[in-house]
Nanobody, 125 residues
Framework: VQLQASGGGLVQPGGSLLLSCAASGFTLDRPAVGWFRQATGKEREAVSC????????HYPDFVKGRFTISRDKTKNTIYLQMTNLTPDDTAVYYCATDLGHSSSYALCTNGPSNWGQGTLVTVSS
C-alpha cells in the first residue's frame, strides 16, 4: 500500500487549494480513505474521510462546508478540495487508509494504519 500526496503550497486567507493523493497497492472501491493534518506543535487530526464502497463521508465540524473529499476510481486517486482557507488550516496534510476499515467514521475516529508522505499547506497573506 502506497499513498503519494501532492498539491500543497502557499495560499492566501480565503483562498482554495486542491490536494491529490495517488494510491497504489489497493483499489478505491472497498476501504475507507482519508485526509489528516498536523500543525506545528499540535497533534495529528482527521479532516475528512470517505467510505469508498458507499461514498459516505465524515467531516469534523471545523471543516464542514469548506473541505470536500472525493476519489476518482479510474485514476485511483483521492482528492481534498479546500476552500475558504484560514491561517488555522496551515499544516502538513497526509492522505491515509486502513484496509481493515470500510467506514469513514471509523477511519476518522480510530485512525489509519497506512500513511502517505505529507504535503505542506501554508495559509498566509
Amino acid at each position: 500500500v502506497q499513498l503519494q500526496a501532492s498539491g500543497g503550497g502557499l495560499v492566501q486567507p480565503g483562498g482554495s487549494l486542491l490536494l491529490s493523493c495517488a494510491a497504489s497497492g489497493f483499489t478505491l472501491d472497498r476501504p475507507a480513505v482519508g485526509w489528516f493534518r498536523q500543525a506545528t506543535g499540535k497533534e495529528r487530526e482527521a479532516v475528512s474521510c470517505l467510505s469508498t464502497w458507499n461514498d459516505i463521508t465524515h467531516y469534523p465540524d471545523f471543516v464542514k462546508g469548506r473541505f470536500t473529499i472525493s476519489r476518482d476510481k479510474t485514476k485511483n486517486t483521492i482528492y481534498l478540495q479546500m476552500t475558504n482557507l484560514t491561517p488555522d488550516d496551515t499544516a502538513v496534510y497526509y492522505c491515509a487508509t486502513d484496509l481493515g476499515h470500510s467506514s469513514s467514521y471509523a477511519l476518522c475516529t480510530n485512525g489509519p494504519s497506512n500513511w502517505g508522505q505529507g504535503t505542506l499547506v501554508t495559509v498566509s497573506s
